[in-house]
């Protein structure tokens, strides 16, 4: 992706994930709060897996972002509901959904993310376009 002119942000590690389930969420201390009540307009109740997780966070940080690589687990039902939710959120952000299982292709997976990157480009391009006429 950096090759892309992309940065990339990851958001899920297995070493954040070991602190939160195993030592802080027993002490109360619970970081999944603020991205649950984000999703909370759109899911209403935990979904299982990451299902809540995806969807809240794209909701935080659609601001931040030009656009956001769904990856999700092949068959996973909590995140394909979250997959089919994302593009009816009020924030307004393109989303590329990449399901991955051992079938999944290196060239056909780069083909998408180099046609995504190209879409957000022109998005970007246009919207520059527009605020200088405004302006």
């Not at 994930?17 to 030592?23: A, D, E, G, I, R």
């Not at 649950?36 to 899911?43: E, G, N, Q, S």
């Not at 109740?45 to 809240?56: A, F, L």
Request: hydrophobic share 40%; aromatic share 6%; glycine share 6%.
């Amino acid at each position: 992706m950096g090759k892309l002119g992309v940065e990339v942000r990851r958001r899920l590690f297995i070493s954040e994930w070991t602190k939160f389930s195993l030592f802080l969420n027993p002490l109360g201390v619970n970081e999944t709060d603020r991205i649950h009540k984000a999703a909370l307009p759109y899911l209403k109740r935990d979904i299982g897996g990451d299902g809540w997780e995806s969807v809240g966070e794209k909701v935080l940080h659609a601001k931040e972002y030009d656009g956001l690589v769904h990856l999700a687990p092949f068959t996973c039902m909590p995140e394909i509901i979250a997959q089919n939710i994302m593009p009816k959120t009020k924030e307004v952000i393109p989303v590329l959904t990449i399901l991955c299982d051992e079938q999944l292709a290196k060239p056909g997976t780069l083909t998408r993310l180099e046609a995504f990157v190209d879409l957000l480009e022109r998005k970007r391009r246009s919207k520059d376009r527009q605020q200088r006429v405004l302006v």
